[in-house]
Nanobody
Framework: VQLQASGGGLVQPGGSLRLSCEVSEFTYDYYNIGWFRQAPGREREGVSCISKRGDKQDYVDSVKGRFTISRDGAKKSVYLQMNSLKPEDTAVYYC??????????????????WGQGTQVTVSS
């Protein structure tokens, strides 16, 4: 499984970005997808995840009400809409895939497949 993350950039506090994760796998529908982020000097943390059917989502407390995860089967993609961005959201964001968990997980240890990161910088 190959994952391609994109959509990062520089944005001012309060702004928005939409990250995309394209899954190059014909069995796209078998995979739960997670978004993770890693800031310098910090561990990689789970930000959001969505189940293979899209019926379950989860978010880390710090982004609830600001970020929304969704998936589009026709495009084999998962999106992370990030609104009301804060400087503390600055990190490299990664998407990851796994297919064994019922629902989805915010633990990085659950995921076997990872895409390359995309940098998100929130600064004035």
């Amino acid at each position: 499984v190959q994952l391609q993350a994109s959509g990062g950039g520089l944005v001012q506090p309060g702004g928005s970005l939409r990250l995309s994760c394209e899954v190059s796998e014909f069995t796209y529908d078998y995979y739960n997808i997670g978004w993770f982020r890693q800031a310098p000097g910090r561990e990689r943390e789970g930000v959001s995840c969505i189940s293979k059917r899209g019926d379950k989502q989860d978010y880390v407390d710090s982004v609830k009400g600001r970020f929304t995860i969704s998936r589009d089967g026709a495009k084999k993609s998962v999106y992370l809409q990030m609104n009301s961005l804060k400087p503390e959201d600055t990190a490299v964001y990664y998407c990851a895939a796994e297919k064994f968990i019922t629902g989805c997980s915010l633990s990085r240890h659950s995921y076997a497949y990872w895409g390359q990161g995309t940098q998100v910088t929130v600064s004035s």
